[in-house]
């Protein structure tokens, strides 16, 4: 089955062909960061337009990258959830109306499912059953895997999620947008043991997050740093500490996990994923509990139609497909996932 899948949740266009028996035939990505750049965050209202304008040079170009023509597709995938409505209606309707267009099945995909099951587009890939964290812009969360749709949420975040601080972070300190990543970079430079930051929620039991307390201590010390001659020496000090909270937060939690489930196998993804100093913890703890921590590649921690396409192919090929109705859900526990 070759299935083309469309992701549009949020700021980036991606758009990719999964083939089941040839894998991942092509991926090509239109990020938005510079037209949100100037606002420090991202307006629905453009997002859902430049979606508008790079959807459909994007499919063209992702199926001559695959060597294949809309008549050799046999479904199409697309993200119908969570994220911004706007912007999901855009990546919906098109998937949708060039599935009836073509008569072939279409699917809406949990944009967060999407990320869960990334990692089995590499080699090895981690079997079932296996931890997942998923840890982004938009969600922290621990959840039990057993297999595609078998979900068990084990503990989330309950107020930002470590992405969502990172980024609100980095607007504090002045790093500019997107803030995340060039926090992390910063933090690479410091001093390291200038601050020691609070480790939230750590010394009770449970596997739930929360960030926005060091978001807040974050922000009172960069107060009284920012009024000492060497202030801008300080950001990294700052940076770095913050790092580390949250790095060993989820190292913390996701052992606990393991220790609680007996299972070995972790997986990591969403976009903070893609973070140096987390990769290296998680392989380190995961090591001592004699077991194993399984990533997708970097360009795929962040939104893609690689992980849609890929997901929508595997349900698909299950007998799933949506009626003829467009449908697409800003907020969608993945508690409600049929499983296959």
Known sequence: MRVLGIESSCDETGVAVYDSDAGLLSHVLHSQIKLHSEYGGVVPELASRDHVRYLLPLIQQALDQADTSRAQLDGIAYTAGPGLIGALMVGASTGRGLAMALGIPALGVHHMEGHLLAPLLEDPAPSFPFLALLVSGGHTMIAQVGGIGRYRILGESLDDAAGEAFDKTAK?????????????????????????????????????????????????????????????????????????????????????????????????????????????????????????????????????????????????????????????????????????
């Open 172 to 340: 504090m300190l002045g790093l500019g947008y997107p803030g995340g990543p060039i926090l992390a970079k910063l933090a690479e430079s410091d001093r390291t043991g200038i601050y020691d930051f609070p480790r939230p929620m750590v010394d009770r039991p449970g596997l739930d997050f929360s960030f926005s307390g060091l978001k807040t201590y974050t922000l009172n010390t960069w107060h009284e740093a920012s009024k000492r001659p060497d202030a801008d020496s300080r950001k990294a000090d700052i940076a770095r500490a913050f790092q580390d909270a949250v790095v060993d937060t989820l190292s913390i939690k996701c052992r606990r996990a393991v220790r609680q489930t007996g299972i070995k196998t972790l997986v990591v993804a969403g976009g903070v994923g893609a973070n140096r100093q987390l990769r290296s913890q998680l392989h380190d703890m995961m090591q001592k509990e004699g077991g194993q921590v399984f990533y997708p590649r970097i360009e795929f921690c962040t939104d893609n139609g690689a992980m849609i396409a890929h997901v929508g192919c595997l349900r698909l090929q299950a007998g799933q497909h949506d009626p003829l109705i467009i449908q697409a859900r800003a907020r969608w526990p993945m508690e409600e996932l049929e499983a296959v």
